[in-house]
């Protein structure tokens, strides 16, 4: 799937419009496909559109369009040819026969980028499960061999076809890559079962958006960086303390895209399961890019693909040393009022940023008021394991302690400490 060999591949994009279809916005999905196109290692050398009331089935784009595109791919020396659109196996037998050149689409380009990035085993089994689930459906008609019969010892009849065989094989693989991964969410879901009570922050956004910038620019962690889409797909999770002193877990997470195939992101529900356990989601947003806003759109239908739902949601504004009129500022805050305005890479608005999602966690605890006697100084160390004192006092009858913890713990505290709450009129 990888269409890297030597140098960059002569790659022409294109794209068919239909009639009700948004043109504005195909054209703008079409420049998105460029970007991915260079990341696979692609060299843009034509980009082609077409206008019709309906794809052709055999086809997707007319003879006309497809002969242009073949007399083009002769003349400029092309490898491959990427469709911004969807194509079904039957279209890409055609156009692969037709133009003689390697044809995919757009979720097809999206996998190949996911497996030379694929570094982790969990997310080398997260890709190869959605290049399965991608491969399935387009198995019919798209090989010559797929139409032989194949007789052996002891069957009946002329025996089963070989498309039959191939089918049975992937899907075969496919239960096989479920049940690694189910192993790993277990595994992943005790690791997070041990974090609780401490703090937890998920970056998500759009791919390209920061957030592995900003995940170094709170933590210091040393996360790869590359101005490149889907530069890295492994969930990464780092300690980092509020400005209290308070610990807390900031985890990044794969980018999302418009468009990106439903497989993959099932494929990756575990690696986003990070997001949906965790206290608060930071949107990372490039506030250069004239489109965030469609793509905060994205990010936030994706969230709710995933179920992820009424958890606090703030947006970091990143880049804003990009922007020329630092105005636009006032704008967007009064659009997006949970906003934060900060620029990763030059460091700025870090510890406000920092300062103020403190402060937005501490509005989620819930505080106590506590006269704990001598006699019961044993239950002391639990107070402190599942709550932060906040302030303590001694005296004649015991201590007289103030405590926040977290809505998770509120329940455990008023139980365990019940007999020794000081209750407010």
């Known amino acids: 799937m990888h269409i890297v060999d030597k140098g960059r591949e002569k790659t022409i994009i294109a794209t068919l419009i239909e009639k009700s279809a948004n043109r504005d916005l195909a054209i703008e999905y079409l420049s998105e496909l460029k970007l991915l196109v260079e990341t696979a290692g692609g060299e843009i050398v034509e980009e082609i559109y077409q206008e019709l009331e309906k794809p052709h089935v055999s086809t997707l784009m007319g003879k006309g369009k497809v002969q242009e595109i073949k007399e083009l791919c002769e003349e400029l020396n092309v490898k491959t040819v990427v469709f911004d659109n969807e194509l079904t196996s039957v279209q890409v037998r055609n156009l692969s026969n037709l133009l003689q050149v390697k044809v995919l689409d757009r979720s097809g380009i999206i996998l190949d980028i996911f497996a030379s990035h694929a570094k982790s085993m969990e997310s080398q089994l ?5 290049q399965n689930q991608y491969l399935l459906p387009r198995l019919s008609k798209m090989w010559t061999h797929l139409s032989k019969q194949y007789a052996g010892v002891g069957t009946k009849g002329p025996g089963e076809t070989q498309i039959e065989t191939d089918r049975r094989m992937v899907r075969k693989r496919i239960q096989f890559l479920k049940e690694k991964l189910k192993v790993i969410d277990v595994q992943n879901a005790e690791q997070r079962k041990s ?3 401490i703090p937890r922050l998920a970056l998500v956004g ?18 790869f960086v590359e101005d490149k889409l889907f530069a890295t797909l492994s969930t990464t999770v780092r300690q980092f303390l509020f400005p ?9 997470t794969v980018g999302f895209i418009r468009k990106l195939p439903h497989h993959l992101v099932a494929s990756f529900r575990s690696t986003l399961s990070e997001a949906g356990e965790s206290d608060m989601i930071l949107v990372v947003v490039d506030v250069t890019d004239k489109l965030f806003r469609d793509q905060i759109q994205v990010v936030n239908n994706t969230l709710d693909s995933l179920g992820i739902k009424d958890k606090p949601i703030f947006y970091v504004f990143n ?5 020329e009129f630092m105005e636009a500022i006032k704008h967007i805050e009064s659009e997006y009022p949970n906003s934060f305005f900060v620029s990763a890479k ?26 704990l006697p001598y006699s019961k100084m044993n239950l002391l160390n639990k107070l402190y394991e599942i709550s932060d004192v906040i302030a303590r006092a001694d005296d004649d009858d015991g201590i007289l302690l103030k405590v926040s913890t977290i809505p998770e713990n509120a329940g455990l505290v008023e139980l365990s400490f019940k007999e020794y709450l000081i209750l407010t009129p």
């Open 126 to 130: 997260q890709v190869e499960l959605a």
């Open 195 to 197: 974090r609780k009570g």
């Open 206 to 223: 759009y791919t390209n958006a920061g957030k592995s910038t900003l995940m170094n620019a709170i933590t210091d962690a040393g996360v």
């Open 244 to 252: 209290n002193g308070k610990k807390a877990l900031l985890s990044d």
């Open 319 to 323: 880049k804003i040393d990009g922007l």
């Open 346 to 371: 030059k460091n700025l608005h870090i510890n406000a940023l920092l300062q103020r999602l403190q402060e937005e966690y501490e509005k989620r605890n819930a505080f106590f008021d506590i006269r």
